[in-house]
């Protein structure tokens, strides 16, 4: 059974959220909450696997309640669940941690799938989303910052050792990974550090 809490400002949405989820067999909603901070608290009382975020909302934000329910000893997962597909705000939630980010016209049975799939660990971006996540950090050029992640990576280091070197935090760092696999067209690290030394990026 997968536990989930939705997390939203507007009643409708939320009372909808949940009754979509419900009639599933192997989702449970646990909890329901109205703000960002409040998703935080009922975070850490029910312990769910995924957080369906809403990202504007009162006290605190999706961002700021995604990257706090994230610092947490075994968190949950996360996925964005809004309206807005802006690139910064698409940034600002994979950097804060979140495992997915989904628009709320996304069909029933997608929202579903995604919050399996993101029990799981899978990365869960709506198509829109994707394409542009990929536009905003396509370019042929990697970044200074990216070629130390990459060589720290080359090294043998986790991404927490990673972020501890460079005083950034862990998500920042899979942040710089996931511009790095696609400016690079592959698919994990082991590649990226290959292509790389081919490049002439890493010595």
Do not use: C
């Not at 989702?27 to 957080?51: F, I, K, N, T, Y």
């Amino acid at each position: 059974m997968i536990r989930v809490l939705v997390a939203d400002d507007h009643p409708v949405v939320r009372s909808g959220l949940v009754g979509m989820l419900g009639v599933e067999p192997d989702l449970e909603v646990v909890g329901e909450a109205d703000d960002g901070a409040e998703a935080v608290a009922l975070s850490r009382e029910l312990a769910p696997d995924v957080v369906l975020m809403d990202l504007r909302m009162p006290v605190l934000d999706g961002v700021g309640a995604t990257t706090r329910i994230r610092a947490a000893e075994s968190p949950p997962r996360v996925v964005v669940l809004t309206t807005y597909d802006t690139d910064a705000d698409i940034l600002r939630a994979v950097e804060a941690g979140a495992t997915g980010y989904l628009l709320k016209d996304t069909p029933r049975a997608d929202l579903v799938a995604g919050v399996r799939a993101a029990a799981r660990g899978q990365t869960v971006l709506a198509p829109s989303v994707a394409t542009r996540l990929v536009s905003s950090v396509r370019t042929d050029r990697l970044t200074p910052r990216e070629v130390e992640v990459l060589t720290l990576v080359a090294s043998g280091h986790s991404n927490a050792e990673i972020g501890a070197q460079l005083f950034i935090t862990e998500a920042t760092v899979k942040t710089h990974l996931i511009r790095v696999f696609t400016k690079l067209d592959v698919q994990d690290r082991t590649a990226a550090v290959w292509v790389a030394r081919e490049q002439g990026w890493l010595r």
